[in-house]
Structures are given as structure tokens and as C-alpha cells.
């Protein structure tokens, strides 16, 4: 038997060049792991999850916006 379907989907994005590896080695510090690498779809999952009020109040004290 093998392995059971996780319920997700591919997204594709248009980022700069150096996104992709900032992304993985942020979540790889927070803890969400895959193998050697961050794992940057739980990540994003995490990120999705929070409350947009939330993401905004850190993203205004990190002063990107």
C-alpha cells in the first residue's frame, strides 16, 4: 500500500531569485523542517493560519511595510 494523499495543492509564485532560499531558512530556524532543508510549505501553512491583523503587526515592526 503505499503512502496516503496529503490534501495539497502546488503554488506557484513569481519572486526574486534569493526568495525561495530565504523562505527555506526561515522556516528551518522556526523549527518546520524536511529532511536537511526548511520546509517551506508548512511554513506558508503557518503564515496562512494566523490572523491578518497578526501578519500585518509584524510585518509593520520589521518595517516592510
Given at each position: 500500500m503505499g503512502r496516503p494523499k496529503l490534501d495539497r495543492i502546488v503554488l506557484q509564485a513569481r519572486v526574486a531569485k534569493d526568495t525561495p532560499d530565504k523562505l527555506k531558512a526561515m522556516a528551518l530556524e522556526l523549527g518546520y523542517q524536511y529532511g536537511a532543508d526548511g520546509n517551506t510549505g508548512k511554513f506558508l501553512?503557518?503564515?496562512a493560519?494566523?490572523?491578518?491583523e497578526e501578519i500585518?503587526?509584524?510585518l509593520c515592526q520589521s518595517k516592510v511595510i
Open positions: 501553512d503557518a503564515i493560519s494566523l490572523p491578518v500585518q503587526k509584524l
